[in-house]
């Protein structure tokens, strides 16, 4: 059942505004866009990445959580310094889900450590270096890393705290990398602008320091995947099978080395196009990697990127055996998918999620016959919607401004193009497209609501309309829909299940719909004697004779 | 090994905190605001604070915690709050029509300066707060106290903003519950309703946290104490606060606006304690204890001496808030128990006077470090040192649950992987009793899990 359907999505919108202070609603009536794609695919423009309104009630997080949680994170053996008081280091300790492989009992793990100033008052008023050094040095004592990350907080800012004085200060007194991030939280307008801090740090302190280029053929890096419930290692068994060799992951299951010699690869593989496309172009400029947007979220989507990876490296026996995998792992996909799309076929679901899992996972659904009816993202930009042709339209505002640029040039010693102008044209011309990123709207029906940074107030609006079978988002909205009866699956932690990527994760994602919509317990929210039907007044006991 | 890094090695650490036993105010003041009904909390700093608190709470209660933020930017850092303090006012009574906000500031409003009284002035100039509905404030700076201290400080708020003096007291007592559990409210209320005694507490998160499945969703669930019943504690006749961290303020505080004298407890968590709290609230209203509620003393008491043997010598470590470390280690006293690892985070004095109060001199060898640098590293360090039988903390003590095998009772905040907390209560004598069950529980498990095959019991 799929209850009104038909609803004009120009209405809802009108709906969804009519609540606003009527400045809100101008703000909210950019970034509530019916999607309407021409055959070119030009789709509507919609304002994206731009200011938060204040008690609107956003799922947003900042610009440290970005930096420090999403993307330094999930590094096992860079020991991660909070540089401020004790709550940032306290929730962003060990709640992604970012699983991680040591290679050995000797290997660095700090993940399930939470590293912190601590700073008090005394701190905020006579300033925090001293007791930043001091702690770079108590760190190095005690647990020896290869490198220290200090990240900046919200009040480091703004009592002038220079920590990148002080990491270099401690660079040279301890003989190891310590590189600071100013992310403070009030920077940039959401998690992104943490994301794009996070990775020029990386590029300009970590990224071609390696001299460990791996002798293995087709070396691909994998960037924008953050191994959350053990994508990452799936993908890397998948790739493994293949005959493709993972070098680094930024940042999943990720170490310090394979940062530093991630320049040796030969291809950077994009997931999440919208927390790193620029790392991929900066290391393209200055050592000749070139990239292309992959997407292993999906049994057709992972298919297809194999095969360009596979037709990136131009190898018959590579290409066969992408190929034999292929066939291999869809035989069992698609048998899974036809039992479940008996269930599921024509049900509604609602994204609202990240940067591109909103876009990704619309792939699973639709392998199991549900259409996204909704969609919208939490901190992504304009191309992550309409596609990386608008790249040259979008505006840089102020808070845009704030976030370094990094100029790059080709590097004098490490610059080796992987493949000639003529190369790149020839596959180009064979299909095989380089830097591109389509969008989210573009794969998106003809009349389906794309929401930027949707409000609490407008989710509930929505679900109320169209009583979706399954909503996706994260944990801030996870128990206010459930509890209106509809299943919700979070898409940042799986709900502590998954892996939901490459075949194996399709399928794990297929069942969990199929589980989570099939739910017995569904049906029984209501008593028995409120149930439809049930007579009010009741027959009495009598003696039996 | 999880936390492969923690050697027995205990080096002098001055700036470095590891794994700390405390998290920031504005999560206790978000928490205790939650206990007010049909209050929207709202958080005023950048929208990551909000994110993280939410988050937080969300997955300790696996219960929807909405609360606004101002979302600050970089200007607003530099020129101040204000202006996203008012459109957010505006905004959430607009959307969300709450009876009240409750604001709480942050380590970047702190540092600012932002002044939320005469913000929330300007706001009611300029109509953003509708006629009969309230704002009120607590300055939660994230680099003073802990959690507990926000929670304190917000309970102070609600008295600071809506008591009101009554020149006549009747015969009503307010309870301050402290930093506890939606059910351990309950069973405070139910204990005292058992004693015949009428109570208003504050905040009280029971119906809000702990809301049933019922298919449709109400963004400001049935529980909290009242704006009405708050206005009413001025005219009670007593308070008894719970907690010297977490409610003394408030009680205070009401003591000093409303005359209303009021006496500070211990948490109500194991047997003596709630033997002082059910006296207090015998000798506080005048009432007889009924035999019901002996009856469920008695029960206490009885597993205690049942089981004696398995409690008895049994070292323990255990983190967390002040308040509760307080009554977990009478308890634990009370058993013949070793508690001798306290870690506290949370500073504030006389904790380590009351620690030492409730460890009576039995436990000689207890070490007990509280404030900066009291961390579960330097716990799990004291561990690798000299082993303990038994772990009562917040989830993080999993992991060192799981690479010393040693078995763990979640208590305290957060708690992320279990369910439970939010519904049995830990305090009165039923708490009592599930505490003893859960205790046991967990050393029996850890025996038939390591004893030799020819001594693996049938009957314990």
Redesign the interface.
């Known amino acids: 059942m799929s209850p009104r359907k038909e609803i004009d999505a120009n209405e809802i919108k009108e709906q969804l505004l009519k609540g606003y202070p009527s400045k809100v609603a101008r703000k909210r009536s950019q970034q509530i866009v019916v999607n309407a794609k021409d055959e070119a695919l030009n789709v509507p423009e919609i304002k994206a990445n731009t200011r938060t309104t204040p008690g609107i009630i956003t799922q947003r997080g900042c610009t440290y959580a970005g930096c420090k949680g999403v993307v330094l994170g999930p590094t096992r053996d860079i020991l991660n310094l909070t540089h401020g008081p004790i709550g940032c280091g306290f929730y962003s300790w060990l709640t992604r889900r970012n699983q991680t492989r040591p290679v050995s009992d000797e290997d660095h793990n700090f993940m399930t450590y939470c590293f912190s100033t601590d700073m008090q008052e005394n701190e905020i008023i006579f300033g925090g270096e001293k007791k930043l050094a001091e702690a770079i040095r108590e760190a190095h004592r005690v647990f020896k890393p290869k490198a220290i990350g200090v990240f900046a907080t919200c009040p480091v800012g703004l009592i002038g705290d220079d920590i990148h004085t002080v990491a270099k200060q401690m660079s040279e007194e301890l003989g190891i990398n310590v590189f600071g991030f100013s992310c403070e939280g009030y920077k940039g307008v959401s998690q992104s602008a943490g994301h794009h801090i996070a990775n020029n740090q990386l590029f300009k302190h970590v990224i071609g320091r390696g001299e460990k280029p791996s002798e293995e053929k087709f070396r691909i890096n994998l960037l924008g995947e953050y191994n959350i419930g053990g994508d990452a290692f799936i993908i890397d068994d998948l790739l493994k099978r293949c005959g493709i060799h993972l070098g680094a992951t930024f940042s999943g299951n990720s170490s310090y080395e394979g940062f530093e010699n991630a320049h040796h690869s030969d291809l950077n593989c994009v997931m999440c196009h919208r927390s790193i496309n620029y790392v991929a172009d900066m290391i393209e400029e200055k050592y000749g990697v070139p990239w292309i947007k992959v997407n292993f979220i999906g049994a057709e989507a992972t298919a297809k990127s194999l095969r360009k990876i596979a037709q990136y490296f131009e190898d018959e026996a590579l290409t066969k055996r992408v190929e034999e995998v292929i066939a291999e792992e869809m035989e069992a996909v698609e048998a899974v998918q036809r039992e479940i799309r008996a269930r599921c076929e024509g049900k509604l679901a609602m994204l609202f999620v990240g940067g591109s899992r909103a876009h990704h996972y619309q792939e699973l659904f639709n392998e199991i016959g549900m259409k996204t009816i909704a969609a919208g993202y939490e901190f992504a930009h304009r191309d992550d919607y309409e596609g990386r042709k608008v790249l040259p339209t979008i505006k840089i505002d102020a808070d845009s401004r704030n976030i370094e640029e990094l100029t790059v040039t080709a590097d004098p010693k490490e610059y080796r193009p992987r493949k000639t102008e003529e190369q790149i044209e020839a596959l180009e011309a064979s299909g095989l497209e380089f830097k591109g990123y389509e969008g989210m709207m573009p794969t998106m029906e003809n009349g389906t609501l794309v929401v930027d940074d949707i409000s609490q107030y407008e989710s509930e609006k929505l679900i109320e309309i169209f009583k979706p079978a399954i909503f996706c988002a994260g944990i801030k909205e996870k128990y206010a829909v459930q509890k209106t009866g509809t299943p919700m699956l979070q898409l940042h932690s799986y709900d502590y299940g998954g892996p939901f990527a490459a075949f194996q994760g399709a399928l794990t994602f297929y069942r969990t719909v199929d589980r989570m919509i099939s739910a017995r317990i569904w049906s029984q929210i209501k008593p028995p004697w409120k149930m439809a039907g049930q007579p009010t007044l009741e027959a009495e006991f009598v003696h039996a004779e | 090994?999880?936390?492969?890094?923690t050697t027995a090695e205990v080096?002098e650490?001055?700036?470095?905190?590891?794994?700390?036993a405390?998290?920031?105010q504005?999560?206790g003041a978000m928490y205790a605001a939650l206990g007010l009904h049909r209050c929207l909390p709202?958080s005023h700093?950048?929208?990551?604070?909000c994110?993280?608190?939410?988050?937080?709470l969300?997955?300790h209660y696996?219960?929807?915690?909405?609360?606004?933020?101002?979302?600050?930017?970089?200007?607003?850092?530099v020129f101040g709050g204000q202006s996203?303090?008012l459109?957010?006012?505006?905004?959430?009574f607009?959307?969300?029509d709450p009876d009240v906000v409750a604001v709480h500031t942050?380590?970047?409003s702190e540092?600012?300066g932002d002044d939320i009284p005469q913000i929330v002035d300007k706001a009611n100039e300029k109509g953003h707060i509708p006629e009969g509905k309230y704002v009120i404030h607590a300055n939660t700076?994230?680099?003073?106290g802990?959690h507990v201290t926000g929670f304190a400080n917000m309970a102070k708020a609600m008295v600071d903003y809506l008591a009101e003096p009554a020149a006549m007291k009747n015969e009503c007592i307010n309870i301050v519950p402290g930093w506890v559990e939606p059910a351990d409210m309950r069973e405070i209320k139910r204990l005292c309703w058992q004693m015949g005694v009428d109570v208003i507490m504050f905040p009280d998160t029971s119906d809000v946290l702990d809301?049933p499945?019922?298919?449709?969703?109400?963004?400001y669930p049935k529980g909290g104490v009242t704006i009405p019943e708050l206005k009413q504690t001025g005219a009670s006749s007593a308070t008894l606060a719970l907690g010297h961290t977490a409610s003394a303020p408030a009680a205070r505080a009401l003591d000093v606006k409303c005359n209303v004298p009021c006496e500070v407890l211990d948490l109500p968590i194991g047997l003596a304690a709630t033997d002082r709290f059910v006296d207090a609230l015998r000798r506080t209203a005048r009432v007889e204890v009924p035999q019901y509620l002996e009856n469920e003393r008695g029960r206490v008491v009885d597993v205690i001496t049942d089981m004696h043997q398995y409690f008895h010598g049994k070292r323990v470590a255990l983190w967390g808030d002040p308040d509760q470390l307080v009554s977990l280690t009478e308890f634990l006293v009370d058993l013949d128990m070793r508690p001798v690892y306290i870690v506290t985070?949370t500073p504030g004095k006389a904790f380590l006077k009351r620690i030492e109060k409730a460890l009576d001199g039995r436990v000689p060898e207890a070490k007990v470090k509280q404030g900066?640098g009291a961390d579960m590293?330097l716990m799990h360090q004291w561990i690798k040192n000299e082993p303990v039988d038994l772990l009562i903390g917040n989830t993080?003590g999993k992991?060192i649950s799981r690479d010393e095998d040693t078995p763990l009772i979640r208590h305290g905040f957060p708690i992320?992987d279990r369910i439970g907390h939010s519904y049995f209560p830990t305090v009165g004598y039923g708490g009592a009793l599930r505490l003893l069950e859960k205790i046991l529980d967990a050393l029996l498990s850890d025996q038939d899990k390591n004893s030799p095959e020819e001594s693996f019991e049938l009957v314990m």
């Open positions: 090994m999880l936390l492969r890094h080096a650490r001055s700036a470095l905190s590891v794994n700390p405390k998290t920031c504005p999560i709202h700093g950048s929208q990551g604070c994110a993280y608190h939410r988050s937080a969300t997955r696996k219960e929807p915690i909405m609360a606004g933020t101002s979302s600050f930017t970089e200007g607003s850092s996203n303090l459109q957010a006012l505006n905004n959430m607009t959307l969300y942050t380590c970047l540092t600012i700076p994230s680099y003073v802990s809301a499945q019922t298919g449709e969703y109400e963004f985070g900066l590293f993080y992991y992320l």
